[in-house]
């Protein structure tokens, strides 16, 4: 049974869970599963409501990254205009483009990465990466505050020589586990 908490006006299409209804981006799915030790319990899946900056894109993630962290390489720094780009790794099942699909511009960097940006208001909004399925979520467009906290810094070998990082968070010159830094 799908029990979904602080519902009110307008309506959601989940494409596992149907449709429910939201008050606003922000919904609290609750389904029983088993866990490891074949224990039934109750599973809360929160989801995160984004959106660009004219609001045309809308978009609906669950509130669990992979990953969550700043990516310091040159392309990601030439996509958010920045120093870096906050990124929040999600598995393609856990996204969901909720209104504006229309609008999203798309550039395909190489073989396995694509970005996506607003065509209207040219916001940064994601980006593709085919090879691990896995979208890269710029962490600015979320209009709802997640959990997690970022957890490492990525790229450091190639960044900005006049950006500092000061914080006490773990740094890896390339992408962890790849060897590349971009």
């Excluded at 981006?25 to 599973?43: A, D, H």
């Excluded at 209207?120 to 980006?127: E, K, M, P, T």
Aim: charged fraction near 25%.
């Amino acid at each position: 049974m799908l029990l979904v908490e602080n519902y009110s006006v307008g309506s959601y299409g989940h494409p596992r869970l149907g449709s429910v209804r939201f008050k606003s981006l922000t919904v609290e799915f609750r389904r029983k599963v088993t866990n490891q030790k074949g224990i039934r319990m109750e599973e809360v899946i929160s989801r995160l409501g984004g959106s660009c900056l004219c609001e045309r894109v809308k978009i609906s993630v669950t509130d669990r990254f992979s990953y969550f962290g700043s990516c310091h390489c040159s392309q990601c720094r030439k996509f958010s205009g920045s120093a870096f780009s906050v990124v929040a790794g999600i598995p393609y099942e856990d996204f969901e483009v909720v209104s504006g699909e229309s609008d999203i511009r798309y550039y395909v960097k190489s073989e396995t990465g694509t970005l996506a940006f607003c065509g209207n208001c040219g916001s940064s909004l994601f980006g593709d990466r085919s090879d691990i399925k896995m979208i890269h979520l710029r962490a600015g467009i979320l209009d709802d505050s997640p959990s997690q906290q970022l957890t490492y810094h990525m790229c450091t070998g190639s960044k900005a020589p006049w950006s500092l990082i000061t914080d006490n968070l773990k740094q890896f010159e390339e992408i962890p586990g790849t060897g590349k830094q971009d």
